[in-house]
């Protein structure tokens, strides 16, 4: 199985600053990457995508970018953060036929 | 669209009582659906897929494709079930759709 790596744990950030969240995969290779947010009463909400390096997808438009520089690394950054971008992020990754979902423990961001 | 409906945001029942999870989902295609559960200070992880037709912890989930829906059912809830439940939608080729969850609570 795979292990998610995902860091840091808790954030907090003031409005108009930068962020960069890091997720790293063990235990495949060439995994399908995933960045979600969680909300309360709402579900995973997927944000970005990645079935490979360089490779990104926006599922919904937003404050914030993904990147994957190298297979199993998965980055998600802001510019510029909002009040609206505090929530609970979850990095996941699927490897062969991507059919089981794998999370990491989560990042929670408080922007304030 | 894909969707996954869970109707209940909340569901309390005592130890040793029967627990059903409702799960609704919206696909013309064959689906392949999952249960996702998240115990507290755990990280979200897989707790059975309707493929794999498994009990898993005491649980199941059967695949109803007439009425759309993959119940969680255990027949005697512990404590240690309280947690919170996702029911997800892999739509052929797609990502995932996750429904909105339900949190279990199992009274003593």
């Known amino acids: 199985s795979q292990t998610i790596h995902q860091w840091p744990a808790t954030l907090v950030q003031p409005v108009g600053s930068p962020l960069s969240l890091e997720c790293t995969v063990e235990g495949t290779s060439n995994p399908n990457l995933y960045w979600y947010r969680q909300a309360a009463g709402r579900g995973l909400q997927l944000l970005f995508y990645?079935?490979?390096?360089?490779?990104i997808s926006s599922e919904v438009p937003q404050n914030l970018s993904a990147s994957r520089p190298q297979d199993r690394q998965f980055i998600l950054s802001s510019k510029k953060l909002l009040l609206s971008d505090s929530g609970f992020y979850l990095c996941?990754?699927?490897?062969?036929?991507?059919?089981?979902?794998?999370f990491g423990a989560g990042t929670r961001l408080s922007v304030l | 669209a894909q969707r996954v409906t869970q109707p209940e945001k909340l569901l309390s029942v005592f130890k040793g009582a029967p627990v059903e999870l409702k799960c609704n989902y919206s696909?013309?295609?064959?689906?392949?659906l999952f249960w996702y559960v998240q115990y507290s200070r755990q990280r979200l992880q897989l707790l059975l897929r309707h493929i794999s037709r498994e009990s898993i912890k005491g649980f199941t989930a059967d695949l109803n494709t007439g009425e759309t829906s993959f119940h969680l059912k255990k027949p005697f809830a512990q404590e240690e079930d309280s947690a919170m439940y996702y029911c997800?939608?892999?739509?052929?080729?797609?990502?995932?759709?996750f429904g909105p969850g339900t949190r279990l609570s199992v009274l003593p």
């Open positions: 990645s079935v490979g390096i360089g490779q």
């Open positions: 996941a990754a699927s490897g062969g036929r991507g059919n089981i979902q794998y």
């Open positions: 696909y013309s295609g064959s689906p392949e």
């Open positions: 997800a939608l892999r739509p052929y080729g797609q990502n995932f759709v």
